[in-house]
Nanobody
Framework: QVQLVESGGGLVQAGGSLRLSCTASRSIYGVNTVAWYHQAPGKQREMVAT???????DYADSVKGRFTISKDNPKNTVYLQMNNLKPEDTGVYYC?????????WGQGTQVTVSS
């Protein structure tokens, strides 16, 4: 089992930046996948950024060049740096981990981007 706690959300103007953090209750050094998902109001949850265990990083087309995912193993923390935010980035952001077929989600953190 692992508990995930996100933080860093808030209200920001379009063009601004936020950094989201996801801290795990134990080491996530060897997990298969860490990722951030975005759920816009009234829409399904969608993958924003992911890091695979072999180091491959992938982003949704909508955030490429603006968002950066990173992982700090000693701190058991995954980050999502979000720059040049747009109103369509508004929604709840969830941290996700997959380890040996088990999946874990955080409770989510709200991001609101005003135009």
């Amino acid at each position: 089992q692992v508990q995930l706690v996100e933080s860093g959300g808030g209200l920001v103007q379009a063009g601004g930046s936020l950094r989201l953090s996801c801290t795990a209750s134990r080491s996530i050094y060897g997990v298969n996948t860490v990722a951030w998902y975005h759920q816009a109001p009234g829409k399904q949850r969608e993958m924003v950024a992911t890091i695979k265990s072999w180091g491959v990083i992938d982003y949704a087309d909508s955030v490429k060049g603006r968002f950066t995912i990173s992982k700090d193993n000693p701190k058991n923390t995954v980050y999502l740096q979000m720059n040049n935010l747009k109103p369509e980035d508004t929604g709840v952001y969830y941290c996700y981990i997959e380890e040996f077929g088990d999946t874990y989600w955080g409770q989510g953190t709200q991001v609101t981007v005003s135009s």
